[in-house]
């Protein structure tokens, strides 16, 4: 079966400092791969999208980057984090062939301070 | 443009009543329909999805939905809510402008409290 993973589950991080989020899927290959924040514990926003090693597309300009840097690997990355970057990050995967839902991590709470 | 609409922030049901979450879309072409839950601090799970076939979807922990086309409906139901069953719940639609991506448009969400 499928499965995946998110780390670290919670994270306090001050203004200004480097992030690296890491998402990993196990028991499938070649997903689609994808980044949502959630602020204020409500709306969704997709930040990145993945359909392969080394293809990232982002949705909205922002403070953050994606990376997949192998198959069922996909990092959350800032150079310099702001207060707004603040909020709940999840990762979730898609088969690239069929099966149009999308299955989620457990997230990750970013604090900036 | 295409569109999830969730009419309602929040519903409130009594334990063992029948529950009801709404939700309408706008696509073009056929939808892709899904229902999602999520618990505090947690993932959203996956409950149900319709495609094409019946109307009525059964889904996960008694959870079902109507897809109404002509009213453009796609709501949630279950004949009698439990206090587990409190959560936040999202609506989402397949952006079928994004071909292969399969990238979801999700509601905003309405939040289901079950009172016992």
């Known amino acids: 079966s499928q499965t995946i993973h998110q780390w670290p589950a919670t994270l306090v991080q001050p203004v200004g400092s480097p992030l690296s989020l890491e998402c990993t899927v196990e028991?499938?290959?070649?997903?689609?791969l994808y980044w949502y924040r959630q602020a204020a514990g409500r709306g969704l926003q997709l930040l990145f999208y993945s359909v392969g090693i080394g293809q990232i597309s982002s949705e909205v300009p922002q403070n953050l980057s994606a990376s997949r840097p192998q198959d069922r690997q996909f990092i959350l990355s800032s150079k310099k984090l702001l207060l707004s970057d603040s909020g709940f990050y999840l990762c979730?995967?898609?088969?690239?062939?069929?099966?149009?839902?999308?299955?989620f991590g457990p997230g990750t709470r970013l604090t900036v301070t | 443009a295409q569109s999830v609409a969730q009419p309602e922030d929040q519903v409130n049901v009594a334990e063992g009543n029948p529950l009801t979450v709404k939700c309408t879309y706008s696509?073009?072409?056929?939808?892709?329909l899904f229902w999602y839950v999520q618990y505090p601090n947690r993932g959203l799970q996956f409950l149900l999805k319709y495609i094409t076939g019946d109307n009525l979807v059964k889904g996960s922990y008694g959870f079902e939905a109507e897809f109404n086309k002509s009213q453009t409906s796609f709501h949630l139901k279950k004949p009698s809510a439990l206090v587990s069953d409190s959560a936040l719940y999202f609506c989402a639609v397949r952006d079928i402008e994004g071909g292969a991506t399969n990238k979801l448009i999700f509601g905003t969400g309405t939040l289901l409290a079950v009172q016992p």
């Open positions: 028991g499938t290959s070649n997903p689609n």
């Open positions: 696509v073009s072409g056929n939808p892709y």
């Open positions: 979730a995967w898609n088969p690239d062939r069929g099966g149009y839902e999308q299955y």
